[in-house]
Every structure is written in C-alpha cells, then in structure tokens.
C-alpha cells in the first residue's frame, strides 16, 4: 500500500522503563547557576546544539548553557529542566521562585580557573549557564552564581516538529527542533519516497546526518526520544524541498 500523499503521523508508546540512567535525572540534584547572553538574552541565540535562532526554534529565552557533567556531548540538547534557588545556601535567591529551561548549548570547561572560582562548568561540576532573563527570575542579579536544585521534566511544546536540512547532495545534515515531552532526539531515521527508512547518526548537537541521495523526492522522518517513545511522520518534507529550508510538522505531530 503507497504511503499517503499528506503526512500522517503515527504514535507508538513502547511500553517499557526507562533506563536508570534517564529516569535519574527526574529527582531533584544539586547543581550551581551563572548566566549569560545579556539582559535581552540575545547572547544565548545559536550554540552547540544547532538551533540557531531560539524563537524560531520553538525554545525562547528560557534556556541554558550545560557543563560537561550534564551536555553529554549534545546528547541532552532539548532536555527540559526546573530550576530553583537553593535558599538555605544562599541569601541572593527570589524565594518561591521556579524556572524550566530548555538545553540549547554547552559551557566548555576553563581549565585556566580552579572549580570553585571561575571554572564553574568544569567536570566534575554539574552547571546551569542560564540566559540572564531565566537565572534574574529565580535570583538577584548581583549574586552572580547561586546553588540550585534541578530537576529533569517533560518538555511543553507548541506546534509540530521542525526539521532543518542543512548539508549538500548525499549529505543531509537535519537539525531537530521544538521536540516536546522528553524533548530528547535519541535515534533518527529517514524516508524518501523513493527509498527504504534509512538510519541517520548524529553528527553533532541536535543535528542528525544522512548520506543517501534524497534530491527530488519527499521526506518522512521517524524519530525516537530518550525515553523510548517513536513518532512517524510522513511526507513532512515536500518533493522540492531544499537545502536550509525548515519543515515543521502538523500541530499534532508532537510528544505531548
């Protein structure tokens, strides 16, 4: 049976645990707070994650830079985070006070600086490097760096999928975007309409590579999330799509 000709998209829940590693991060863990990118978060737009312009993205302003210990090599680009001021640590907290953030970048490690003052995104430290309009929300500005408890939760987000295709002939180079629910992209694969699903590798941050001719025909994509959920979308991509063109998904078309 043809696939159809508008996208469809298809669901499945596989019902199974997740792996200790991933639900670990789900319990509240103590970390430390600096931010960055000025006070219109300007700053913070593209990073190690690929996902350039952060409105456009589906991520805005509430976002963060992690240290080693947590980025993961950009496996945890689009992992979602509530953060909050540790207020038995420090005075400079805005009590009762929360912020989710969103993964978008990495903060290297400044070997020039010890770990406790300056090298703060040094492994081992686990460290929020939030945009300045996230970290003002939950502290006050002059405290510079606060302790913080964070935990990992599930990921709201607006609208379908967005898929860039970057990259040239027999190299489609596919940023991921505005993933919800574990927010996550663990697995990738690809569909023209003239070919197999073909298993995409991450190349790096939240952008996924194939190196299979795919010109002229339309792309469907099936993506899996750290948690184990799969979602299929068909035709996402028309026949003519282009190289640094975006594609989103139908509204539905989301881990919700």
């Given amino acids: 049976m043809a696939n159809p000709a508008v996208p469809v998209v298809l669901l499945t829940l596989l019902c199974r645990l997740a792996s200790h590693a991933v639900d670990a991060q789900y319990y509240w863990t103590s970390a430390t707070a600096t931010f960055y990118g000025g006070s219109d978060g300007s700053g913070t737009m593209g990073g190690a994650c690929g996902y350039g312009n952060l409105y456009s993205a589906g991520y805005g302003l509430n976002n963060a830079a992690l240290s080693t210990a947590l980025f993961n090599d950009g496996a945890m680009c689009g992992a979602c985070y509530t953060i ?44 929020f490097d939030m945009s300045q309009p996230a970290w003002t929300s939950i502290a006050i500005y002059q405290a510079g760096i606060v302790p913080v408890n964070y935990k990992r939760v599930s990921c709201k987000r607006y ?24 927010g996550v992209v663990s697995q990738m694969w690809i569909k023209g309409s003239n070919t197999n699903w073909l298993a995409m590798s991450r190349n790096w941050g939240a952008n996924w590579q194939s190196n299979a001719y795919l010109n002229g025909q339309s792309l469907s994509f099936m993506v899996k999330t750290d948690d184990g959920r799969v979602l299929t979308i068909w035709n996402v991509a028309p026949w003519n799509w282009y190289f640094g063109g975006t594609y989103q998904a139908p509204s539905w078309a989301n881990f919700y």
Wanted: hydrophobic letters at 30%; one cysteine or more; aromatic letters at 10%.
């Fill in 84 to 127: 909050v001021c540790d207020t038995s640590k420090t005075k400079w907290c805005k009590p009762g006070t929360s912020v989710t953030i969103t993964a978008t970048n990495f903060c290297p490690p400044n070997w020039a600086l010890p770990n406790d003052n300056g090298g703060w995104c040094n492994p081992p430290r686990r460290h």
């Fill in 159 to 182: 609208g379908g999928i967005k898929f860039q295709i970057n990259g040239r002939n027999y190299f489609e180079l596919v940023n991921v975007m505005n993933v919800g629910g574990s």
